[in-house]
């Protein structure tokens, strides 16, 4: 047997580590060798949770390196998590590679990056590793990150990424209109902030996508077929469920709470709202109250994801009486098995942040949306589902940028009340689901990729089992 041996590197965030966790499993249950790498910060949270994995595969192995921040140093702080870790992880994995490579049979023969870990690119090209990037978020982000040369040709913005214009752009026909004032970078912080993700994540992005032997993306072509038709190069893999493939999901950086599950089964069909954020969003109390006393106000059970943590909504109390009156109807757990519940029967609604992996899960499995993005491509994703699959609504704020308890309350019953979204939702589920069947495009797109990465070590020697 020939030796393959795929280092995967990961940004540090769990919307990161889920879906590229997928790949590297698809590529050890290929047979496959795998070194996982991520920071020392993720990688213990990951090894805390770790236990509850079954079934990874004896061929990979995890590793870490450090992000370049002080311990106590906010993470999800990313402008500043960015900057760090283009100016130290470079030569730290350059060092951890050719420790890897001193090894007989295990030499490094092909690096899977992360989109948002353009340096490693450089890394690759340095080493001559043949090198593919993932899309963990939409091919329609890539295509605009591929697409910076001609926002800044065209004066759409400035050479800091600050828009220029303030009209609407679409790069490809069945693309969303996009407003320059919510490209992804412009929605991180502040605008030093925004100017710092450009030139880190986006600038660093566009490189390694153009430097790329291969792009691969946890998308459907059928859900995007204007943005892979913009940059064939992209390539569909998706959507990369663990449930397609494996017994469950690995990646996790908090236990999750499988109670729901139960309770989930105690509710009538489609009856349930399903509320998470993802793993950024963070709400101040005010906010916070409306979203509960609009939760209470739809008078249907809800499940709400309320993470634990260091930040967001963790230190909040709810208010006096709160849980008392919501009783059994409400469930609250601090971290959900996300695609389990998005599969179960009960779940009729999905409030959502609209991250990329939730679009995706929340498609995979028939749930219509009420949207709200927090930040970064969340906006984006969000006009997929509510303007191109009309598969769900959005949350509107009010003049003081709040969403109030009514807002919730109303579109909760539209949602429910309107069939149209839950047929959308059906008909979009059915395309994308017939795109990982064996044959179709994203299940050929992944065999494709497998079988390029064995190419790759055609001329290495045989090890001696
Ligand atoms: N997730 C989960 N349990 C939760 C909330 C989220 O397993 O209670 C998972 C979800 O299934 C998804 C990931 O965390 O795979 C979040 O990724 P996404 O891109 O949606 O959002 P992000 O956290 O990156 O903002």
């Not at 989109?115 to 690119?121: E, R």
């Not at 006096?320 to 179960?344: C, F, I």
Request: with cysteine; charged share 25%.
């Amino acid at each position: 047997m020939k030796n393959y041996h795929v280092l995967v590197i990961a940004y540090p965030g769990q919307g990161h580590v889920i879906p590229l966790m997928d790949v590297a499993r698809c590529l050890t249950s290929n047979g496959l060798k795998v070194t996982f790498v991520t920071t020392e910060a993720i990688h213990k949270r990951l090894m805390c949770a770790w236990s509850e994995i079954d079934d990874t595969n004896d061929l990979m192995q995890m590793v870490s390196i450090p992000d370049g921040m002080q311990p106590r140093d906010d993470r999800d702080d990313m402008a500043k998590l960015f900057q760090t870790m283009s100016q130290l992880m470079p030569s730290k994995l350059e060092k951890l590679i050719e420790d890897i490579n001193k090894a007989n049979n295990e030499k490094i023969t092909c690096i899977v990056a992360d989109y948002c870990m353009g340096w490693v690119s450089r890394v690759a090209k340095k080493m001559s590793i043949r090198q593919a990037t993932f899309c963990s978020g939409s091919a329609a982000l890539l295509a605009l990150i591929m697409s910076v040369q001609k926002l800044l040709d065209d004066q759409v913005i400035d050479r800091d990424g600050v828009p220029l214009k303030y009209q609407m752009v679409q790069l490809s026909k069945s693309m969303p209109l996009m407003d320059p004032a919510k490209f992804t970078w412009e929605c991180i912080g502040d605008s030093k902030a925004s100017k710092i993700m450009f030139n880190h994540a986006i600038l660093q992005g566009k490189e390694a996508a153009e430097a790329a032997d291969r792009i691969i993306c946890n998308s459907a072509m059928e859900l995007e077929p204007g943005a892979f038709a913009l940059f064939p190069k992209i390539l569909p893999i998706g959507p990369l469920l663990a449930s397609n493939k494996f017994r469950k999901q690995a990646g996790h950086f908090w236990s999750e709470d499988a109670t729901c599950l139960e309770w989930l089964d105690q509710q009538p069909v489609s009856s349930v709202i399903y509320v998470a954020f993802g793993s950024y969003t963070i709400f101040d109390k005010n906010q916070f109250e409306e979203l509960a006393l609009g939760l209470e106000l739809t008078n249907k059970p809800f499940l709400w994801v309320v993470r634990l943590g260091t930040s967001g909504s963790t230190e909040y109390v709810y208010s006096s009486g709160y849980v008392e009156r919501v009783g059994t109807r409400g469930k609250m757990v601090s971290w959900a098995p996300q695609q389990d519940v998005l599969n179960h029967p009960s779940v009729g609604c999905f409030i959502s942040h609209c991250g990329w992996n939730s679009t995706m899960e929340g498609v995979s499995n028939g749930v219509p949306f009420l949207c709200w993005p927090y930040f970064a491509d969340q906006f984006l994703n969000a006009s997929y589902i509510c303007d191109i699959w009309k598969t769900g609504l959005g949350l509107n704020k009010d003049d003081t940028g709040i969403v109030t308890r009514l807002e919730i309350k109303r579109k909760v019953e539209e949602l429910f009340s309107n069939d149209i979204f839950k047929q959308n939702e059906l008909h979009v589920k059915e395309k994308t689901m017939d795109s990982v069947r064996e044959g179709y495009s994203s299940d050929k797109n992944l065999s494709d990729f497998i079988d390029w990465v064995k190419k790759g070590n055609e001329n290495a020697p045989a090890s001696e089992n």
